[in-house]
């Protein structure tokens, strides 16, 4: 009954935990249904969404290498998988809000996008290459950031190793609100050219997304805009409002919001609790997402 709501409950001696429920991990198709209710005990407008559970490591034909699929629409649902010499290579997000204990967010798909509500806005990129590659050279946003990585893992923004600890160090400009291109071309160790990689991600704020779309709705409902002009669109002949959805609605909060109450409700985070006392978000899931088990785990 108390916030925050996870679905196996949390708790605090201390430390603040989450509990793991195995079966959200199994392999196989899983349907969530939540049922919000408002302060006076009014039941709100139900979320149900399907995701998939798959493992890429004992059934290709799943998902191959995809991992995580992010369902943005007209997108491409391979990452970036490229070959070379002796194996593949593939472009890795992270994130480095410590950067000390980084943490993989997921192998970037053409047309991901990634709110910094759920991820942070402190990433790095790493091209994580088999074979023989001897150096990667990065392009950002088309000359932005251009640099050479001579050193396994490669890095865009290097990483380091100080007093027995490995870090990764945070590229600003990676987790900057926009849509951001990232390439990187692989060098063998006879310095002939390999495969390019490029992958063009959106990062979005969904807390300025929701305000103006709540701004919106609210315009709609009173049928005056922030002009001051009557919406003929979204007043009907009769007076009653008739509001529209806002991309940021699709983006968070799968359901339609029939009631101003709805708005509470952000949409289902899907969490890592592989160490319940140190958890880690995996994203706002989204129906037939896909969840790779080699790459988060099954926790």
């Not at 091209?127 to 001579?150: L, R, T």
């Not at 140190?278 to 080699?294: F, S, T, W």
């Amino acid at each position: 009954r108390g916030a925050p709501y996870f679905l196996g409950g949390d708790y605090y001696m201390g430390t603040f935990s989450i509990h793991t429920v195995g079966q959200v991990g199994d392999v196989g198709t899983h349907t969530l249904r939540v049922i919000p209710y408002s302060p006076s005990g009014a039941q709100l407008t139900p979320v149900s969404i399907t995701y998939h559970v798959v493992d890429s490591s004992t059934d290709v034909s799943a998902s191959g290498v995809d991992g995580l699929q992010s369902p943005v629409e007209n997108s491409a649902t391979t990452p970036a998988l490229e070959s070379v010499s002796g194996g593949t290579s593939r472009l890795i997000l992270w994130n480095t809000t410590n950067e000390t204990s980084p943490n993989v967010i997921k192998p970037l798909v053409e047309g991901d996008t990634f709110d910094v509500q759920v991820y942070g806005d402190r990433f790095s990129i790493e091209v994580e290459v088999v074979g023989d590659v001897q150096q990667v050279v990065f392009d950002f946003d088309h000359g932005a950031i251009h640099k050479v990585e001579s050193f396994a893992p490669y890095f865009i923004g290097g990483d380091g190793y100080f007093v027995g600890t490995t870090s990764v160090n945070t590229v600003g400009t990676v987790g900057e609100v926009g849509t951001h291109t990232v390439a990187a071309t692989l060098i063998s160790s006879s310095g002939a050219q390999l495969a390019s990689l490029s992958v063009t991600y959106n990062v979005v704020d969904s807390s300025t997304m929701e305000s103006s779309a709540m701004s919106s709705d609210a315009e709609a409902v009173s049928g005056v805009t922030s002009s001051g002009l009557v919406d003929s669109q979204t007043s009907s002949p009769n007076g009653e409002s008739s509001p529209t959805r806002s991309p940021a609605d699709s983006l968070t909060a799968p359901p339609t919001r029939s009631d101003p109450s709805q708005s509470l409700m952000k949409g289902l985070k899907l969490w890592n609790t592989e160490v319940e006392t140190n958890l880690q978000a995996i994203k706002m899931l989204r129906d037939n997402d896909v969840i790779d088990i080699d790459v988060y785990g099954d926790k």
